[in-house]
């Protein structure tokens, strides 16, 4: 009898449905079937080894996923620490600002007739509208929140802690800015430039000349800093984009001060794009080894889907299977409210990069 | 004030993780968020809209559903009469008969060497193995059934009911093939030729002069008539391909001898491709009215997702939510073991439409 | 000084406009610059080895490029022999005669409304119309043609290739199915029976009792004999769907019965679909190596584009590039007007698999 | 006899291959077939109409095109003024950059082992290599440039046209930042902080304190700015991500501060990313109308494909029939070798909106 071959070592095990089923026992059908399906699976089990293990996880954020709804999935992702630190599109904040305070985006559909939105004064981004108005009176309270501080240059992890510290202050509610605020998990948004919240700063220094400076610069070295600091890491990207360079260049940054960082220990992404036309947002993780933002050894997932599917059923399983691992994580800590953030009680300067790195813990 | 405009009507509603959701509260949470996750939770409400009514429920099934791990889900589709026809590709069918004959498919990988997968004799697809040599020990099943039978031409109708017998009858294990078997559902296969269940019978043709036969061009008569017996009809596509066309062809072809017939009343598909390259697979449901395969009031709906990811979570959230709906369904009754199929009775031939229609019931 | 890698050999040679630049120079000038713009670039270097080698070559069909606009290239490159057996979907057929017969599709718009279109008799092919009452006629047309065959089952090649007689003779005009005719090349359609040609094949048996039969399993097995008289073979397939795999299938089903067979020398592919989500469209040429249908040194690409857009561009470049392959290649020479067909002069069956092979040229 | 509907107007004109065919010849050819071949044609009749109407043009550019070779494409369109104002990733400067130091970018494969390149210090993008020594290189000799600068914020457009100077007095080559530089066509980089660029700014930081700050904000007031000067414009767009909102956002926010100012008037973008998910870079034209980002009756295309194709395709095609139009445009002229950029000789300041318009020419 002819042997088999050691390609063939785990069968396909068929999705079997059944009523009742839980979000994380659907996932858990989903390990030995194909495809994105297996892979969203996956990125389940690598999630929950993230949180086991000794990391800093970061989460990439970019599409309009604050419009649609996934803003206080996020939140959560903050406020229980499933993540440490975020990178966001502003655009993602600023839809989160938005709904913060008190105002809505709705449902829509793609097929509207554009001209007669744009009559009555309504945005639209694919399926889901929201009023001009209510996007102008944002511009302002942020233009107006940013004449408030000292004129001075701010790093967006430092103008973002104290915009959702405003927030929390003036609403109470739940949302991405305010669950990073009251978690002290720092935010950075490298591409603020490109958004409504860059729009706002602008407009205040329009009220307040020397308003509104932004160090984006000092993100970089400050985001560089944190890697070198705790070298550990992992990174989550839910849709490409910025954020998901910006946590690869903070390793490879980092690399190059501190002999204990090695590229991400653990990478999942959600995206749409794919790799075939050479973008970063759809590039592969295999790719990002080349670079060393990812550790060669690392565990790794791409799910090719839409985050508005993915990310519901992800979140929901890990709310029942990552409880244990959540209770006990050693995570770090910081402090946000300064120009100097620090991390585990030490300072992280914004200003140059720390070339003499303490052990790991 | 300035009133609100009548876009901004329902306002988004963000998903709330909580642990323990099953999957239909999964789905329900996701009903007004936006894009691909508002779809899906849309596809399961018009689901539901569909077993409630009077209609026909067509499933249409392309891409390697089977080899991927989702025959099962399709088996309890077929089992509990979520649908009450199948229109497949070949490969399918397949894979499915390939399972059910006690073989397997395995957990591989995308970055396979391929040359050493065809030293070893495995076929890939994607992230999943198969056995070259088991798969041509399934060709001479095919081959040997086939040559067991009644020297004429077959509509894919009657020999897939004739396959899934044998095949239930000689292994008693759960699979499309004898789901449809046992439940009396019929499966149309118009591209049986591309796929290796033909190469099966083309086989069967080398052993036995005269053995076959199909009547490929029958199976449009019967699905046409099929349609005409009850024209209110309902359409679920996985993965566009042969079968998404196939049954709206029937329609168009029905309406043309039943002025009853008016489009399908209800569709949802599943599927990767876009309609922007003009091609059917990933062509809109829109687009499918101007041709009159859908009702111009028709409640629609397209997901644009890998079904390996969609179709878990939303067969798991209909077992909990459809149960009723199961239970008081008015279906039709098929007999399927014979050259003419009857429907509700009444024989519906392969080889003239029926002019005369009697009123629905 | 560090000694260069061994993976930096080729520099990318960025693409500089000219006035004046033709079409080959234009893809000349893509060599070497990255993503689809050189793999293009890449197919217009294999078709031409294609041509100079001595293979058969398959092209395959999928997607409305007949209604799109690209009828008119597929004509060139049959009359021209650079392919030498068409395999199509039935609508780029069905399509090809609606233009043959001098009626028209007609430039559209995406975003246009479904129902005045309905209300309008007017389908819609994304961007694309035409008139369902000109299809009807083609339906009735075709029907009425099917009658006047003898009473017996045809495979698709035996009779597109009289369909495509009788256009010719009516009609005297270009296209696809009459260029076919005129360069007695074989055209196989293995999903007949979900297109608009099968419809009206339904309906000369409606006309007539016992027209309208089709042979598809003969297809298979003289597509599989084809290649066991010429077992070097090379594959074109634009937009994946049943051509793609059916091209692949006949190779594979010719190796039982040839050990000269050895998967395809050559292909090329242009796609739309992507690999990620296991459907055989999107299936990369690496994991047709696996199976066999490729042979594992061949010369092969896949471009992930449109074909509106990168088969204009090709085929313009190979009309000026190809000529002095297209003036000395063997190709072979096809009878088709019978039940048997002959490749170059020996009779091809579709009853039974040739087992004796004759050394290829 | 029947009406013919008004919907069948312009018959699809099937493309006719052709030797010989020049670039514009292709594309003329394809204005009346259907799918993105129509609408790349369209863009290049969009774009003759840019040229020819008094319009300021914006240039977005997004992914890997300049590591893809489309640098001296870009180079070409800003050079001979097709475009007026470049807005662009780091990415695509800093790969720019790179090979105008005389370095290369390599021919690759999407298949390479990524652990033996990065082993090899090679990093990968898709299908094409680069040594990271050399990269590092190019982070040295921005840092060390950065550091020659006087110590004081830099808006991205003036630190750009600074670094493109430096560039071409010390190399002479040709390449988008000393295009640029020549031509005297400002660049906006909204994600700076998200490149390698930024990377070098960082590491100035590092050698002298002070150094590498970017005022990212006066950007956004500096490009509403122009825009409010001349208030007609029109947008090109490669690929989506900020380069694509970043403009859009100038146009808006211009709009505050003139009601001269109206939506872009003309917008062309060639993009992988398809709307249904979504995100800001596949989202349609239309969807920009309800924002005001284009005004109601622009004339505007998308073409969905990836530019290495369709990019040398139709700058090709406009060496040769913009001519004419570039001889006689009337463009704006800049200054932008200070902290406050002139356009038609008057200044643009980066601190204050200006609220007062000059009617537009």
Redesign the interface.
Same mark, same amino acid.
């Given at each position: 009898m002819?042997k088999?071959?050691?390609?063939?070592?785990?069968?396909?095990?068929?999705?079997?449905?059944?009523?009742?089923?839980?979000?994380d026992q659907?996932l858990a059908?989903?390990e030995?079937?194909?495809?994105?399906?297996?892979n969203?699976a996956t990125a389940h089990r690598i999630w929950q080894k993230m949180l086991k293990d000794d990391v800093t996880i970061f989460l990439g954020m970019?599409?309009?996923l604050s419009?649609?709804?996934?803003?206080?999935?996020v939140a959560?992702l903050i406020l229980n620490r499933y993540v440490d630190c975020l990178v966001s599109t502003g655009?993602n904040l600023y839809h989160d600002l938005h709904?913060t305070r008190g105002q809505?985006?709705?449902?829509?559909s793609?097929?509207?007739d554009?001209?007669?939105?744009?009559a009555? *004064?309504?945005?639209?981004?694919?399926?889901?509208?929201a009023?001009?108005?209510e996007f102008i009176s944002n511009d302002n309270w942020i233009a107006d929140f940013a004449t408030t501080l000292e004129l001075r240059?701010y790093t967006t992890r430092e103008f973002l802690h104290l915009l959702g510290g405003h927030l929390w202050k003036t609403t109470a509610r739940d949302g991405i800015l305010t669950a990073a605020y009251r978690a002290n998990v720092p935010i950075f948004c490298?591409?603020?430039?490109?958004?409504?919240i860059?729009?706002g700063?602008?407009?205040a220094?329009?009220i307040k000349?020397g308003a509104?400076?932004?160090?984006?610069?000092g993100?970089?070295?400050e985001s560089?800093n944190l890697i070198i600091r705790r070298p550990r890491t992992a990174s989550v990207v839910l849709?490409g984009?910025?954020p998901k360079?910006?946590i690869n260049?903070a390793s490879?940054?980092a690399e190059f001060y501190s002999d204990q960082v090695g590229g991400h220990r653990y990478a999942l992404q959600i995206v749409?794009?794919?790799?075939?036309? *050479?973008?970063?947002?759809g590039?592969s993780l295999?790719?990002a080894?080349?670079?060393?933002k990812l550790a060669?050894d690392s565990d790794k997932v791409s799910?090719?889907?839409?985050?508005?599917?993915?990310?519901?059923?992800l979140?929901?399983a890990l709310?029942?299977t990552a409880?244990p691992m959540l209770a006990t994580r050693t995570m770090p800590v910081f402090t946000l409210a300064s120009r100097v953030m620090t991390v585990d009680g030490q300072t992280v300067p914004s200003?140059?990069?720390e070339e003499v790195n303490e052990p790991a813990v």
């Open positions: 002819k088999k071959s050691s390609f063939l070592q785990t069968p396909i095990e068929p999705f079997a449905v059944e009523a009742g089923l839980t979000a659907v059908r989903m030995r079937i194909s495809f994105q399906g297996r969203l970019a599409g309009a419009a649609g709804g996934l803003r206080l999935v959560h655009a709904e809505h985006h709705y449902v829509g793609p097929h509207a554009d001209a007669a939105l744009a009555d *004064g309504i945005d639209r981004v694919y399926d889901t509208y009023s001009e108005e240059p490298p591409a603020i430039a490109d958004s409504s860059g729009m700063l602008s407009q220094r329009q000349a509104g400076y932004i160090d984006i610069i993100d970089i070295v560089a849709g984009g910025t360079n910006f260049q490879v940054q749409t794009d794919v790799p075939q036309f *050479g973008g970063a947002s590039s295999e790719e080894q080349s670079w060393g060669a799910v090719q889907s839409d985050a508005t599917i993915a990310l519901p059923l979140a929901s709310a029942t409880a200003e140059r990069f």
